[in-house]
């Protein structure tokens, strides 16, 4: 009998040794394509997420209808449903598969019950809780395929203390006790089934036996009936062996594989994708790692894994430290090249200042010149004016005076022949106040036919500055001006003293300046503008 069964062992080992190509672990997979493959199944978690809600609930459609056993089937399924993906919900359909065995008065039921709570305890964090639910089970009734499940569940509890734990000599001690009850299991298993390939390759693991455990998972990777859960979990920790073997490529393959399994699976209790990102994050890609950390730590946070949180919350504060500094970095060596840029820039500034400042000078000294041009422009304009009026008024004034003369000899000679010939009478005669009137109504006129030579528009422009023709000064037909006219005619021939104008025109200043107020009152332009718009004409 032992030799029989040395010689299947021996067949198992030769079968093993032929499915794999040596000792060292090889994904067949670039890490970065793997990388790719991984940040383009994380795009699409929501679409398996939904897949996943969607199957919980048509399995849910069918408890509604369900009693007895068939119930607890149901049951089941949904707690294998939420095994791995929310521990909340798992626990209570654990509980709810223990009330039903119960209620069926199963033993097998009640074994797997009891089992389906521990899973939960221990994929929650709960060490002490998933202990003594563990020591409470009774397999002593249980049929075979039931105490499979006790053995799985109790190898799974004490190898997940050893990792827990870490510590020697505990750690050691919870290998040790798990490989007992892996042993056990083994008695219920198919040698060479996809179960037995598991538990053996996870015992050659925990008991640091990588080379073995690289053989049985890539045996079992190659099997047709291995599902995606398990997929990710053999390939999870195919990663943690090459990180042990310090093979870091093939690390980063496996573990992004593993994390593309978790995805599609919808796994939430993971922690292939946390282990990627410590990976990555000492290989530098802190980018990656960083949005790993975070997918991790939402995972962990959605099904409640209390050791997962502090793990992955220990991870997070670390990368984004690095993560911080390398920005940093950044901003220190932009903040450089933008001081650089300032400096160029203040000195182009400067210069466009300086060559601003100088076209602001030529500008300037052009302005002045401009200014000076059009101050000559108007003094020529003004003298032009004023020669004009000048030589008007010269010539007019040659012609008044030479009648004026030719009038007062023929007066005084007049005047003469009276006194001469003792006619007084006759000559205060001559001397009548309305030949004075007279002469000084024809001076006006003189005046005013000279003062329209030089402003034929006057009346016309004047009349503007006035609403109504009740206001336009009621200059007649003849064009000549009025009395108000005339004082603002002198004032645009440059007379402005008011004393002058009223000698003039043969008037008091009071009543010059009554004038002129009456006139700009009626007048639409304000007081203070009235004298220089008629300037302007």
Same mark, same amino acid.
């Given at each position: ?142 049929? =075979? ?7 799985? *569940?109790? &190898? $799974?509890?004490? %190898?997940?203390?050893? #990792?827990?734990?870490? !510590? ?97 699976? =919808? ?7 946390? *282990?990627? &990102? $410590?990976?990555? %994050?000492?290989?530098? #890609?802190?980018?990656? !790692? ?248």
């Amino acid at each position: 009998m032992k030799r029989k069964t040395f010689f299947r062992m021996l067949l198992m080992m030769l079968m093993l040794a032929a499915a794999t190509e040596g000792w060292a672990v090889t994904s067949g997979s670039n890490p970065e394509t793997m990388l790719i493959q991984l940040d383009n199944s994380l795009k699409e978690k929501n679409k398996y997420e939904k897949q996943k809600l969607e199957n919980i609930a048509r399995i849910k459609q069918k408890l509604k209808s369900e009693a007895g056993t068939g119930r607890y089937a149901v049951v089941r399924q949904l707690y294998r449903e939420y095994s791995s993906y929310q521990y909340d919900s798992a626990y209570v359909y654990a509980r709810e598969m223990g009330r039903l065995a119960r209620s069926l008065r199963s033993a097998d039921y009640q074994v797997e019950g009891q089992c389906a709570i521990v899973f939960c305890l221990l994929s929650a964090g709960l060490y002490n809780e998933g202990s003594d639910a563990l020591d409470s089970i009774d397999i002593s009734r249980a049929s =075979a395929p039931y105490r499979k499940i006790f053995f799985t *569940t109790a &190898a $799974r509890f004490y %190898y997940d203390m050893a #990792d827990f734990t870490h !510590a020697n000599p505990y750690m050691d001690r919870y290998v040790r006790q798990g490989g007992i009850y892996t042993d056990s299991l083994l008695h219920y298993l198919s040698e060479g089934s996809r179960d037995w390939l598991y538990a053996v390759g996870m015992r050659e693991m925990k008991e640091r036996h990588y080379d073995t455990c690289i053989r049985y998972f890539n045996a079992l990777l190659k099997r047709t009936d291995t599902d995606t859960h398990l997929k990710a979990i053999v390939t999870s920790s195919l990663g943690w062996i090459c990180l042990f073997k310090q093979q870091n490529e093939e690390a980063v393959s496996y573990l992004a594989r593993a994390a593309v399994y978790d995805n599609q699976a =919808a796994t939430r209790e993971t922690t292939a994708l946390c *282990t990627l &990102a $410590r990976l990555l %994050y000492q290989q530098g #890609d802190i980018q990656r !790692a960083t949005e790993y950390v975070r997918q991790s730590l939402a995972n962990a946070n959605f099904y409640g894994a209390r050791q997962r949180i502090i793990e992955v919350s220990g991870i997070l504060p670390i990368i984004e430290q690095d993560r911080y500094s390398i920005m940093e970095s950044q901003r220190n060596a932009m903040a450089t090249t933008a001081v650089i840029a300032v400096l160029f820039v203040v000195a182009l500034l400067v210069s466009t200042w300086l060559i601003r400042r100088q076209m602001k000078k030529l500008k300037q000294a052009q302005s002045v010149i401009a200014e000076r041009k059009a101050q000559v422009e108007q003094k020529n304009a003004q003298l032009t004016e004023a020669n004009k009026i000048k030589d008007e008024y010269i010539g007019q004034s040659f012609y008044t005076n030479a009648e004026y003369i030719n009038k007062v000899t023929k007066l005084y000679r007049t005047i003469d022949q009276k006194i001469a010939a003792r006619q007084y009478q006759d000559l205060r005669s001559l001397l009548k106040e309305s030949e004075l009137i007279a002469e000084r109504k024809s001076m006006f006129a003189d005046f005013d036919k000279t003062f329209l030579n030089l402003f034929p528009h006057f009346i016309d422009q004047y009349n503007c500055l006035f609403a109504d023709a009740g206001d336009k000064g009621g200059a007649d037909k003849s064009k000549t001006l009025t009395t108000e006219m005339r004082i603002f005619a002198l004032i645009r021939l440059g007379i402005t003293d008011s004393e002058r104008i009223a000698k003039f025109l043969n008037y008091s200043i009071h009543t010059i300046n009554t004038y002129k107020t009456r006139v700009k009152n009626k007048s639409l332009v304000d007081n203070d503008q009235f004298e220089a718009r008629i300037m302007e004409i």
